[in-house]
């Protein structure tokens, strides 16, 4: 079971490492969630049955993690995970790509939510079963969110 989890993580570990990047400043901040994000992982893997796919089941704990976290105003770190993680999985970003992190980041958290499951191709339908909206709102929610993003892009 260990094994298949370590696996797992490390082939969907770019999903982790989006919402750290979405959700922390700091490269710090961005690795303790991470690690917390993994914890949590490991903590509701026996339950996972399946259903979705892996990396839906893992979307949906990262962004619960990292809300859960911004209430908590801190992240635990009670668990050190030995992980096959390589630290250096950020994508090269261009300035523009920075630009847009940044204006991601002036969204509220359940835009950034909804914003990352899209531009990782996420159906409506298996947004609004991540986020626990209706299929509708979550179109209605991309639109304000593309109509916010491009005003703060063209300030």
């Excluded at 370590?6 to 303790?32: F, G, P, S, W």
């Excluded at 962004?63 to 995970?81: G, I, M, P, Q, Y």
């Excluded at 409506?124 to 916010?148: D, F, L």
Aim: positive net charge.
């Amino acid at each position: 079971m260990k094994r298949v989890f370590l696996i797992a993580i490390e082939e969907h570990q770019a999903i982790i490492h989006r919402v750290c990047k979405m959700y922390r400043d700091t490269k710090e901040d961005q690795e303790d969630l991470f690690q917390e994000i993994v914890f949590q992982l490991w903590k509701s893997y026996p339950t996972f049955r399946g259903d979705s796919r892996v990396s839906t089941w893992m979307y949906r704990i990262a962004l619960n993690t990292a809300l859960a976290s911004f209430r908590k105003n801190s992240v635990a770190l009670e668990f050190k995970a030995t992980l096959p993680i390589q630290k250096d999985v950020e994508l090269e970003h261009s300035e523009n790509q920075q630009r847009m992190f940044e204006a991601f980041k002036k969204l509220s958290k359940a835009e950034r939510a909804i914003i990352a499951l899209y531009l990782e191709d996420y159906s409506y339908r298996e947004i609004s079963e991540i986020i626990g909206i209706t299929e509708n709102y979550v179109g209605v929610k991309m639109g304000r969110i593309r109509t916010k993003l491009r005003t703060i892009m063209n300030k």
